[in-house]
């Protein structure tokens, strides 16, 4: 996701959209992208390590976007 300070103009244009589809009561839409990625073993603190490591260096810029890696079943 990109971080608060970074205007986020595809957010902005969704949000201006959303009264003519007719929805109400939202004041604001962040736009982000998501990663999927299948372990071929466990995913211990190593592996989510190393994961952590991929996410900064190649997968999001962490000078503008903040990222979270989580496991999922």
């Known amino acids: 996701m990109l ?3 970074i205007l986020d ?3 902005q244009a969704v949000l201006t959209a959303l ?3 007719g929805v109400n009561g939202i004041s604001g839409v962040r736009q982000g992208k998501r ?3 299948e372990l071929d073993g466990e995913a211990d603190a190593d592996a989510l390590a190393r994961i952590d490591h991929l996410a900064s ?9 903040d990222y979270v890696v ?3 079943e």
């Open 3 to 5: 971080k608060p300070e």
């Open 9 to 11: 103009p595809q957010g």
């Open 19 to 21: 009264p003519r589809l």
């Open 35 to 37: 990663f999927e990625l």
């Open 57 to 65: 260096t190649l997968l999001a810029n962490p000078v503008i976007e």
């Open 70 to 72: 989580r496991v999922e």
